[in-house]
């Protein structure tokens, strides 16, 4: 049984860096709580990030998609941010559009507002139904 949580674990894509960005946002969410507005969360995770010498990208618009994306973080993960009262499947749209049209694996979705801060891993559909999303 231990080896096949391991082999679960080994299966997680970017589980080192994804960890360290989720534990940045429980850090913030502890801090400064659930009523600030999304640009506020933005520039904390800017901070932090810094602090830890992650290298990051805020803002950056996608040629090709011109989607906007709020952080790609170490050229491998989509984070973006919300600060609403629930997340919504538009939002889920959004960052799978946002992965496809970079073509990265993992997005992580994180509503702020939200009384416990529950990070969305999103993954990548490798399928023919990501024309959905377009």
């Not at 969360?41 to 996608?62: A, I, M, N």
């Not at 989607?67 to 609403?84: G, H, R, T």
Request: net charge positive; proline share 2%; glycine share 4%.
């Amino acid at each position: 049984m231990l080896a096949n949580d391991t082999n679960k674990s080994s299966k997680l894509i970017h589980p080192e860096l994804s960890y360290a960005i989720t534990g940045i946002c429980f850090d913030i969410h502890n801090q400064h709580g659930r009523f600030l507005r999304e640009k506020q969360y933005g520039d904390l995770l800017e901070e932090k990030l810094t602090e830890l010498k992650l290298p990051f990208q805020r803002e950056c618009r996608h040629t090709e998609t011109s989607n906007i994306l709020d952080f790609l973080i170490d050229d491998k993960i989509v984070l973006e941010i919300k600060a609403k009262r629930m997340i919504l499947k538009e939002d889920y749209y959004q960052l799978q559009r946002y992965l496809q049209g970079i073509n990265k694996k993992l997005g992580l979705l994180v509503n702020f507002r939200h009384r416990y801060l529950k990070p969305l891993r999103v993954v990548k559909i490798e399928t023919d139904t990501r024309n959905k999303f377009v």
